[in-house]
């Protein structure tokens, strides 16, 4: 198996990027998504201007989209338009891992990245400093 790209810790989540945007000429983001359970989790959001697709490979995902929970499992898949609020958590026993694509390629390692370092800094990040560069990548809290 080909080593990912790139490789982000975003608090316990783990981000393992397998294309981004320059691989894509800027077309979409891919990337294997692991959540720990009961790991925090971005709050409910939407995308402006990318539709993302989530596809099961481990353990399950509980993904609300539009206000409708279902769990994911391995070969399980969901579609989310942007625009759509949605929502991951990891409910289960054991670490979840979802393929992700984000189409076009608008979030990517540097939105996480940047997310990331403000979770590495000791103390609970700024909400309002999380909203904004939310908002620099176009994603919104609902």
């Known amino acids: 198996m080909k080593e990912p790209k790139e490789i982000v810790q975003v608090g316990a989540l783990e981000l393992r990027f397998l294309l981004d945007g320059d691989d894509t000429d800027q ?3 891919v990337f294997e998504f692991s959540v720990p359970p009961g790991a925090k989790v971005p709050a409910p959001h939407y995308h402006q201007d990318v539709d993302e697709m ?3 490979l481990a353990g399950s995902m509980t993904t609300t989209v539009a206000g409708q929970s279902r769990t994911l499992g391995p070969g ?3 579609f ?3 625009g759509v609020v949605h929502h991951h ?3 289960g ?3 979840a891992t979802l393929l992700t694509v984000l189409t076009p390629a608008l979030i990517g390692p540097a939105y996480f990245r940047e997310l990331g370092a403000l979770l590495q800094a000791g103390s609970p990040p700024d909400p309002a400093r999380v909203q904004e560069i939310m908002a620099k990548y176009g994603l919104v809290v609902a």
Do not use: H, K, Q
Request: with cysteine; net charge neutral; proline share 6%.
């Open 89 to 91: 958590a990891n409910v």
């Open 76 to 78: 399980d898949s969901c």
């Open 93 to 95: 026993s054991e670490t």
């Open 80 to 82: 989310i338009p942007r």
């Open 54 to 56: 989530v596809y099961g």
């Open 27 to 29: 077309r979409l983001v």
